[in-house]
């Protein structure tokens, strides 16, 4: 019977909250599957992320602490993972389904010949066999996967689980020796974004534009509503095709999939690749004119009227609401 | 530089996806070369027309029915392409299709392969990271630009992963995944599709790649697809602009508490 282990991904010496979500997961996961839970952190100065993992109700943490580490080299990472799989022999490894977490997944799975069940988003034990759904075509459809041997690899949607409470007890930090391995690809510096608009895949509130706002001047308001949400800008594809905004904000299959509480979509008229990337946030706001638009179909709440009309009075109505708290 | 693409059949992104008894109903939809691939074909063309000579492969793994799926990248310009297509090599997860792309790739000769960083259908962003690890190449995930150096021996990446940005460096030969932003894909001329039936697709079967396909087992297995859950209906809010927008702030307010 093996172990549950959970890998943890840290951003600038502090755990990601997937992290956490990870810890609740794995404690599911065993009381079908049997086993402890462990955890594993990689990465430079980590020593305090250790530490809270250490307080997440994890039965073991291993942390290889390195500078080797400070920026991602996959293949030193994935070296460095598989010594920690042989410390952990591990019948389950669990990893956040972030672009790292993906990507580091699938270099482990190849070296020791696993499978990754990729962006997780429920599971059940039935029988010491696991079986996870997943969103696939972007959400246009739910796959349910069958693990047909352990060990694997899922990689787990972020905001779906709750986070693992910090407890008084503290598991045993094993420190990991990093792997020697001279990386062939590696990070070599970090990029300063120009914007410090919110990042559109872990927003709470979501303003999109489309487009009604007939061109690059008309995002102008629909940045100051998100603003006053703290909400991040998203677009579809006919604003960014049309050049009035950035490709990183286009929301859809072949933009960002986003799940947030709160989409307003603002002059948007739901073409089916744009649907397939936002129907599962938890309310969604649709202003077109046009009545028959298929963005309606998906609102919770929809108006039938040009977003121009409709901009300046939600301004001045969010700043009365949101003055009263 | 001699450039393999590898490329996925999958559903036209404004097709919508039908389920029954599990599967796909696979009548009527439109098929595409998967968005994030055809980034990596134009970045290959961009790259061989910029430095002049070079040969522009795609490699596809799919059924029959994939052979319009290449001739509409070769009709973008691509030079000719390998097209695995044996029945019995089809059907598996990404651990198996890897390890038939990473066979089919020893038998090519290559300075640098590129992929999209997922294909839109499976969503799996596995199978090139699986590959690289399976040939031993290094691997640059989800890069928005790519620059060489003088000697062409290594290459200098931009990515863009989780909202950010950073430069990441690799020897080549490397396999390196495109994120949307790399480049613009152009559109086939009439020339291109003209010329695109003349350029030669090789058929590979799983004898060609020396593999077994009874030695071939998938990992995981898709035991049924459903449509996403419904959501609730919702409701218009009537009255003119401005009525409405208070209502909605209301009702975002004190009926969602969204806000």
Avoid at chain 1, 220 to 245: P, T, Y
Avoid at chain 2, 62 to 89: C, F, Q, S
């Amino acid at each position: 019977m093996g172990n549950i282990l959970i890998v943890a991904e840290e951003r600038e010496g502090t755990l990601r909250k997937v992290s956490y979500e990870l810890v609740t997961v794995a404690h599911e996961m065993a009381k079908g599957l049997g086993g402890a839970v462990q955890a594993a952190v990689v990465g430079n100065n980590v020593s305090a992320c250790a530490d809270s993992l250490a307080k997440s109700g994890v039965a073991q943490v291993y942390c290889a602490d390195s500078p080797a580490l400070a920026y991602f080299a996959p293949e030193v990472f994935a070296a460095t993972l598989v010594e920690v799989t042989r410390k952990a022999s591990p019948s389950v490894v669990l990893m956040p389904a972030t672009g790292w977490g993906k990507e580091l997944g699938a270099k482990l799975a190849a070296k020791l010949d696993w499978g990754v069940v990729t962006d997780c988003i429920s599971f059940q034990v039935e029988g010491g066999t696991l079986i996870f759904k997943r969103p696939v075509y972007a959400g246009k459809a739910m796959a349910t996967i069958k693990a047909k041997s352990l060990p694997v690899i899922a990689s787990m949607r972020p905001n779906i689980f709750p986070p693992a409470p910090q407890q008084s007890a503290a598991a045993p930090i094993e420190k990991i020796e990093v792997t020697a391995v001279t990386p062939r690809a590696k990070v070599v510096e970090k990029v300063k974004k120009e914007a410090v608009d919110v990042d559109l895949a872990e927003a709470k509130v979501v303003v999109s534009g489309g487009r009604g706002a007939k061109n690059a001047d008309g995002f102008v308001q629909i940045r100051e509503i998100a603003k006053m949400l703290g909400a991040a800008v998203g677009a579809s594809r006919a604003a960014v095709d049309a050049g009035w905004i950035d490709y990183s904000t286009q929301v859809g299959q072949t933009g960002k999939t986003v799940a947030p509480q709160l989409y307003i979509a603002l002059g948007i008229s739901g073409a089916i690749q744009h649907l397939a990337g936002m129907s599962s946030s938890k309310v969604i706001v649709a202003v077109n004119k046009d009545p028959d638009a298929p963005i309606f179909q998906a609102a919770d709440y929809g108006i039938v009227a040009d977003l121009f009309d409709v901009m300046p009075v939600l301004k001045e109505e969010l700043k009365k609401v949101l003055a009263e708290k | 530089m001699n450039l393999v693409v590898l490329i996925k059949r999958v559903p036209d992104t404004e097709t919508r996806i039908q389920i029954k008894d599990g599967k796909v109903v696979t009548d009527g939809i439109a098929w595409i070369i998967s968005p994030y691939d055809e980034y990596g074909i134009e970045e290959a063309l961009r790259i061989n027309e910029k430095q002049g000579g070079g040969k522009v492969t795609l490699l596809c793994l799919g059924p029959e029915e994939a052979k319009e799926t290449i001739r509409k990248g070769l009709a973008l310009g691509a030079d000719d392409a390998v097209h695995v297509n044996d029945p019995a090599l089809l059907g598996g997860d990404a651990s198996t299709t890897a390890k038939v792309l990473a066979a089919a790739l020893k038998k090519m000769q290559y300075d640098l392969v590129l992929a999209g960083k997922q294909a839109v259908d499976e969503d799996n962003a596995q199978v090139a990271v699986r590959v690289a690890e399976l040939l031993n190449l290094p691997c640059v995930n989800s890069v928005i630009k790519l620059d060489f150096s003088d000697d062409k021996k290594s290459a200098r990446c931009l990515r863009e992963v989780d909202g950010d940005r950073d430069v990441a460096e690799t020897s080549l030969p490397a396999i390196i995944t495109a994120q949307q932003g790399l480049n613009e894909p152009r559109y086939p001329s009439l020339k291109g599709i003209m010329g695109a039936k003349k350029k030669p697709v090789a058929d590979w079967k799983a004898a060609d790649l020396g593999l077994d396909p009874a030695a071939l087992t998938s990992k995981l297995e898709t035991v049924r697809l459903d449509p996403p859950p419904a959501r609730p209906p919702g409701k218009k809010i009537p009255g003119d602009a401005a009525t409405a927008t208070k209502e909605l702030v209301r009702l975002l307010r004190e009926e969602a508490k969204a806000i």
